[in-house]
């Protein structure tokens, strides 16, 4: 055998070697997942009963961190499937034993972790616990500063773990993180800042309103009209009458959830003017909603010369607005303009199907 296969097969006997460990190595981490699997599974359904029974006032700290062991990612685990199904002073306890077990002092640990996922664990865990005022002062601003995280999964726990501290003055923070985050991101908050919109009121929204960056103020509105909620924001009409039909439309669509105003309604009646059928359906909309009767003849108006979508809209709104808005629907709906004639008949139509006459 030459000096070069000699080379050759001791190099393929290395790798060979390599493949082995590698493969070894595997089948142990594999072993021990499936090991740590299978003892989850046999303590997580007792953990939650114990849980449980915290909840329900029993002193028994002693008892889970006896069972966790070892395992006390498993007490996490379970600890923050009750998000969302406790409050008050049932969650301060979940949170207080958290603090007991040395849950909260893991997540924030973890928070700096260099593996995403495990930063994900952390500030789910953060999240659940950062309304107990003794674990916000263990976390202090980390839950601040994941909000720049590269990672999404992260900023979003993170924004709600804000959210949840009850901390206002960064309620702002997790409004513009929002809005500089992509649709999902922003739906999966939604909620969660819809709880804290009296507060995002005072200063953060008015200044996400009145900037200068039209697409910015669009994401804002966005926000505000799926909250689907009362805000106390009386300087609407200003949007009302923007140069923009994306951002009139949009603020005509969160009118309905402000208190009524003279410049508001004067701004909804000049929208039905609109010329842009956007503007127009959303006005429409909001006039059927705020119940204002006095925009019957403009919707009429828009009923006779509008284009198809504004026809329906028109249409759909005079049935919202009786007795006057029945009336205008059923003279037009023998109307000399078909599409005209066509909408009314239609709207009154789904009146009669739902039972409304």
């Not at 664990?121 to 976390?139: N, Q």
């Not at 689907?228 to 959830?257: G, K, N, Q």
């Amino acid at each position: 055998m030459t000096a070069a296969l000699r080379i050759v097969s001791a190099l393929l006997g290395l790798y060979a070697l390599f493949l082995s460990a590698i493969f070894g190595l595997s089948l142990v981490r594999a072993r021990q997942s499936w090991k740590q699997k299978r003892r989850y599974a046999e303590i997580e359904p007792r953990l939650r009963d114990l849980l449980i029974e915290n909840i329900s006032g029993s002193n028994n700290v002693d008892s889970i961190r006896k069972l966790a062991g070892p395992d006390r990612p498993a007490v996490g685990r379970v600890l923050t499937e009750f998000e969302g199904k406790v409050a008050g002073a049932a969650r301060d306890r979940l949170c207080e034993a958290a603090i007991e077990l040395g849950l909260v002092q893991d997540w924030i640990q973890d928070s700096r972790s260099r593996n995403p996922m495990v930063r994900r664990r952390a500030f789910k865990g953060l999240a659940f616990v950062t309304s107990f005022e003794p674990a916000r002062r263990l976390s202090g601003d980390i839950p601040v500063l994941a909000l720049n995280d590269t990672d999404r999964e992260v900023r979003i726990a993170a924004a709600r773990a804000v959210l949840h501290s009850e901390i206002p003055e960064q309620f702002g923070q997790v409004f513009d993180m929002a809005m500089e985050n992509n649709l999902l991101s922003r739906i999966r908050l939604t909620e969660e800042l819809r709880r804290q919109a009296l507060a995002l009121c005072e200063s953060t929204i008015p200044l996400a309103l009145n900037g200068k960056d039209p697409e910015r103020t669009l994401v804002a509105l966005e926000l505000l009209v799926a909250w689907e909620r009362a805000l106390p924001f009386e300087d609407l009409h200003r949007l009302l009458e923007h140069d923009d039909p994306r951002i009139r439309a949009s603020a005509l669509a969160l009118a309905p959830l402000l208190p009524p105003s003279a410049d508001n309604e004067a701004a909804i009646f000049d929208a039905l003017r609109d010329a842009d059928p956007a503007v127009f359906t959303a006005a429409a909309r909001a006039a059927a909603r705020m119940k204002l009767g006095g925009a019957v003849a403009l919707l009429a108006r828009g009923l006779r010369v509008g284009k198809s979508e504004q026809l329906r809209a028109a249409a759909a709104a005079l049935a919202e607005l009786p007795p006057m808005g029945l009336s205008a629907l059923s003279e037009l709906a023998s109307n000399d303009n078909p599409a005209t004639a066509a909408a009314a008949a239609e709207a009154l139509a789904n009146l009669q199907h739902g039972g409304m006459f």
